[in-house]
Every structure is written in C-alpha cells, then in structure tokens.
C-alpha cells in the first residue's frame, strides 16, 4: 500500500447522506462527465439533511448520562405523519407515515455566519431573507440548490455497512443499503465512497462524578443541545448550561431571560462566541466547570469550590463524537475515542485506501464553502484528472498535522485564518488538474470557491457582525445587509489603503 499512486478513476460513486455536502459534490461530480453512476443515499424521506427540523421529536436512544460512548449505531427512524413532521406522536410504519431522523435544530436558531459568507457561489440568498438566516431559510437555500440532482437522490435509504472488496488503495467497496420502508437490504460494489453525513449524531456528554446517580435521582433534568427546542420550556427553572462553543452561547442567552436570575454559564474558558451572543450580566453568569455533582441537595459543586443547590435543569452544549458505525468493518479503525477521524489525509481521503473520502469534518469554518472546495478536489481525483501523492508522503501529513495540533478534538480544528487558506489550498489544487475537452470553463471543469480580501474580511469580523444583529433585539430580523450594522468593506479597504500609505 506504499507504492506511488497515480489516477483512482472510478465510474461509480456512492454519496452517504443528500445534506448541503452531499448535493454540493453531486454537481462536482456531475460536471467531471466522468461517471456511470453517481447515488446519494439519504436515510431522511428528503434532502437537506440536518437542517430539516424536527420539532418536539427529541426521543432516541443514543443518549445517555454519561454518554461516552462515541459508537453510536445505524438509527431506526421514527414514523410522523407526513403533514405535520414536527409532531412528537409517533405512527406506525406504513406508506402513509413519514419517517424522520432526529434534528439538533432549534426553533429559534439562526446561523452564525452571514448568508453571504455562508453561500454556495452558484446560488445567492433571497434577498429579502435576514441577514443571519433562520433554519427554515437554509433549508430552502438547500433545496434550490440541489434541485438539478434530485435524480441522483435515493431517500429512505439507510447505508449500514461499506467495507473494501479487497486491500488494495484502489478498493472497490461494497455497500450494504436498508430500504427503511420494506427493511430489505440490498448489496451493490462501487468503486468511491464519499461520506458527507454529518459530525452532529451522537452527543457528549463527560463522565463527572456522580453525574449517574444525579441523573439517576433526577430523571430528565440532565439534557443536551441536541434536545434543546425552545426556551420557554425553562420558564422560572434554575437552569446550568455547559459549553461556551456556538450553540452553548446561543442556547444561554435564550434561556437566560425565561429561567430564575441568572442563569449559570458553565466553561472551561472564556468563550470566543460569549460577545456575538450577548455579554455575562444579571442574566448570565458565567461559572467555572462542574467538579462534582451532588444528589442529596439537587446541586453540583465547581472546580473553585463554590457550590449551587436545587437546580431543575441542566443542559449539556459538549459537542458530539465523530461516529461512523456503517464503516466499523473498515481498518485501521476511522474511530477509536471520537474525538477525531483517523488516518485521514488532508481532513478528506482514507490514506490507506483513497477511494474512501470525507466531506467537511473540521470544525470551526464555514462549512457550504469548505464542502465544495474539497468537493472539487474529490471530483477531479476520481475522475483521473488529479492524482495523489504516495500512501507514505499522506501519513506523513497527517504526522505532521498531529504534531501541530494535536491527535484529540483539535485535529480536524481549523481556526481562522486556516479555513480560508485551507479553501483556498483545496480550490488552488483543483485547479492544477490536467484540462479535458468537453468540459466547462475552457476544459478545468466546475470552478471552486476562492477566497478573496472580502471573505477573508468578513470571515474575520463576523462575531463583532453577530454581536451586533443580536444586540438589535427583534428588529434584527429586518437587518439585510452588513451596511445597516455599520460594517463597510470598501471603508475598510479604503482605510487600509490610507494606513499602507502612511507607512511608505
């Protein structure tokens, strides 16, 4: 498996999941006129993938306390009826049900990243939408999109299983797929596998002592992000929230003005999303990481050894693993702690066997734009056009990238600005592929984002952006443009000019 890779080209290739990754690499693929065949199995009766919002549903069994466990499992879906999908009372399966996968959406949520960074480049916004969509306005930017590959779309479809025929890096792989209306599973060969279905399945939630027997004590009262709909659930509650990423932050200052004063705000550090979400104050107070929970006064104690008794609702904003339990027969093993994806080279290719791929694992970046530039990357190698350099030289990346930000949670981490110049790397890499008459754009094919000054500009401000929408209150939702919050990039630009000038 050392020898010096060439050209993997495929004519057939399976895509797990029809979210934004996976319609985003159906037209990569689609432009290369390379493939036979190209199927995106989606387990949802649509595409669109996670933001499909769920409503009330919120029961699975993937969720314990502690939940540790990064396996996970191929889910069975929960039957609703078809007209009101967000309805918790579940049906019967039959072909009047629907059939629906729990959605970590919330009802209230908004992106943090504005649409026009957030964008696919071939698709803009509605105009008239805010300037932070909501979810219902993603979902209908997703299905524009992927409108022109809906042919590929085979929903209903549950991947169980893929695993190599064979052990060379070319492998063909077989894959084992569950027809969630009949139960029937069928096998089919396909020469890529490409996984675009998402980090956000199985939650988190540490082992803190005592958390089980407080749980135990305490049914219901310990949740996560995950199950989190709406914050008047928490009306007058004494309420904890743990976690100060994205959600933790966004999730806090909702609750904060609907549960008893204040709220406690959980964390290890100070967190680079508390100032696009509101600021600590009356309502939310920031506290130290829990130490111990203590069941016999309903409390818990914090790592400074200050304490609080009589809480009514903890919520969990830990994340979740990285869990692929349809690829457990694979080895090396992609998942050991899930923390990350192992042996991966460059966050997207099997290293030992590049006919596997993954799309959009990191963490941290803007996540449309990141899909398609390795999109394009994928679509030129199977298509022959790129080639990949030796199974030695891809461990040796993934080395050194271990040895820079650690084999943990970090790993696949891209902090700005390493997000824009990992785009950019990707699209810059595309765009080396060898030309072939019949294609798009003079034979290169389907052109990748690239990042310019304004990106890069706007990638940079956005939590100053986000503070300021969110400090607007409900008159937020009439905002549209960056301008009408007082951020200008040609001001900006124009007094960057001004300082370069100075200083010739």
């Not at 669109?48 to 993937?62: A, F, S």
């Not at 709406?230 to 100060?244: A, F, L």
């Not at 990707?426 to 990042?451: C, F, H, I, Y």
Request: charged share 25%.
């Amino acid at each position: 498996m050392i020898a010096e890779r060439t050209s993997l080209r495929a004519k057939s290739i399976a895509v797990v999941g029809a979210g934004p990754s996976g319609v985003v690499a159906a037209k990569y693929l689609r432009a290369e006129k390379a493939f036979d065949r190209i199927v995106l199995f989606e387990q949802r009766s649509r595409s669109g993938g996670i933001w499909n919002y769920t409503g009330d549903q919120r029961d699975e069994d993937l969720f314990t306390v502690p939940q540790t466990n990064p396996r996970g499992k191929n889910q069975d879906p929960k039957w609703v009826d078809p007209n009101n999908p967000g309805d918790s009372h579940a049906l019967e399966s039959g072909r009047n049900a629907g059939l629906s996968f729990l959605s970590p959406m919330y009802e209230k949520l908004e992106t943090n990243i504005p649409r026009g960074l957030m964008g696919i480049q071939d698709l803009d916004w509605p105009q008239d939408s805010q300037l932070f969509p909501t979810h219902d306005t993603v979902l209908k930017y997703i299905d524009d999109y992927g409108k022109d590959v809906q042919d590929m779309v085979q929903c209903e479809t549950q991947v169980v299983n893929a695993e190599p025929t064979n052990d060379a890096p070319d492998s063909t792989w077989t894959v084992r797929t569950r027809n969630l209306r009949t139960n029937k599973e069928h096998d089919d060969i396909f020469d890529a596998v490409i996984v675009a279905n998402g980090h956000f399945i199985v939650p988190y939630i540490p082992h803190i002592p005592s958390i089980r027997e407080w749980n135990t004590q305490y049914p219901g009262a310990i949740s996560h992000s995950k199950y989190y709909r709406r914050p008047e659930e928490y009306s007058g509650m004494k309420v904890i929230v743990v976690g100060n990423s994205a959600s933790g932050a966004d999730i806090s200052n909702q609750i904060a003005p609907y549960c008893q004063e204040p709220l406690l705000w959980s964390s290890r550090s100070t967190s680079m999303f508390a100032a696009s979400h509101g600021a600590a104050g009356p309502e939310r107070r920031e506290v130290p990481p829990i130490a111990r929970f203590t069941p016999s006064n309903r409390g818990v104690e914090f790592e400074d050894g200050t304490t609080e008794s009589d809480i009514d609702a903890i919520v969990f904003a830990t994340g979740y693993f990285y869990s692929l339990p349809f690829l457990e027969n694979v080895k090396p093993a992609l998942i050991t702690d899930g923390s990350h994806v192992n042996n991966t080279y460059q966050h997207l290719f099997f290293a030992p066997q590049p006919t596997l791929s993954f799309l959009a694992l990191n963490q941290r970046v803007i996540p449309f734009p990141f899909a398609e530039a390795q999109a394009s990357v994928l679509a030129r190698v199977y298509s022959g056009r790129l080639t990949l350099p030796s199974y030695t030289e891809m461990q040796k990346w993934e080395q050194d990238a271990i040895a820079e930000s650690g084999d943990g949670r970090n790993f696949h981490l891209l902090k700005f600005p390493k997000d824009g110049n990992y785009i950019n790397a990707m699209s810059q890499r595309a765009m080396s592929a060898s030309t072939k008459d019949g294609l798009e754009n003079e034979g290169n094919g389907k052109l990748p984002p690239v990042w310019g000054e304004w990106e890069f500009w706007c990638r940079e401000n956005f939590p100053a952006i986000r503070k300021a929408f969110t400090g607007l209150g409900e008159k937020r939702k009439e905002v549209r443009s960056l301008e009408e919050l007082g951020f200008s990039f040609e001001e900006w630009k124009r007094e960057k000019e001004r300082e370069e000038g100075k200083l010739i």
